[in-house]
């Protein structure tokens, strides 16, 4: 996960209705993510072919006060897949932003590091975003900004300028790996429209990587 400020303004056509931007040490950030879906199961039937694929997603963060509760969560710009058939589905369904085009991924453990490498094809041209980790897990540290960007258990979806929807992702609390160093390649321009392209060009303010775990995405969406 590439993490960057960003003026806050900029996010504001984004913002589902009911939430407002969450901040860590006073700064609006957004964050470029690779990961892997592994054995993906849908009203837990697994996904016959098409269960194990790279995503990339670009994401926020908000936060909604409901009955003296802040829920934390995230909203995401758009969503990248490798198969049609799953973002289809996962636009009919959840009414994301969901689009497919080519995508690879490479993750190698060795005795004392981890290379991990994301990669999707936009205008005919390879993108990226690759660390060279420590292969030790480490817990989060409290208050860090590892804490602030995994710690979003809600998602929200802006469905028009009134109406919004919130679900609940679950997982445990994940491990992080020191990053070493990293690389990234991204047209933002042509995969997240004019309002990120300057990103292309700036240098992001933290880099994370996470073990990851078991997921769970309750189906049920609450309408606000």
């Known amino acids: 996960m590439a993490n960057y400020g960003i003026d806050p303004d900029i996010l504001t056509p984004y913002l589902p209705n009911g939430v407002k931007l969450d901040v860590y040490e006073k700064k609006t950030y957004v964050s470029l993510v690779g990961f892997m879906f592994k054995k993906t199961r849908l009203f837990d039937i697994p996904i016959p072919f098409l269960g194990t694929f790279e995503e990339i997603n670009l994401r926020f963060y908000v936060k909604r006060l409901e009955e003296g509760k802040t829920k934390r969560g995230v909203v995401f710009i758009n969503e990248t897949v490798p198969f049609k058939p799953v973002a289809w589905l996962a636009n009919k369904l959840y009414r994301e932003h969901y689009m497919a085009i080519p995508t690879k991924s490479m993750i190698v453990t060795g005795e004392s590091a981890k290379n991990i490498m994301y ?6 041209d390879w993108n990226h975003i690759a660390v060279n980790a420590a292969k030790g897990n480490e817990q989060m540290s409290p208050g860090s900004v590892e804490e602030f960007i995994f710690e979003h258990y809600y998602g929200y979806t802006k469905v028009n300028s009134r109406l919004s929807q919130e679900y609940e992702v ?5 491990y992080v790996n020191k990053v070493i160093d990293y690389s990234i390649r991204c047209d933002f321009n042509s995969m997240y429209g004019a309002d990120f392209s300057f990103l292309s060009e700036q240098q ?3 880099v994370i990587l996470a073990l990851g775990s078991p997921v769970s995405v309750k189906w049920k969406r609450t309408a606000f």
């Open 170 to 174: 679950r997982h445990p609390r994940w």
């Open 119 to 124: 990669e999707w094809k936009i205008n005919n």
């Open 204 to 206: 992001p303010d933290s």
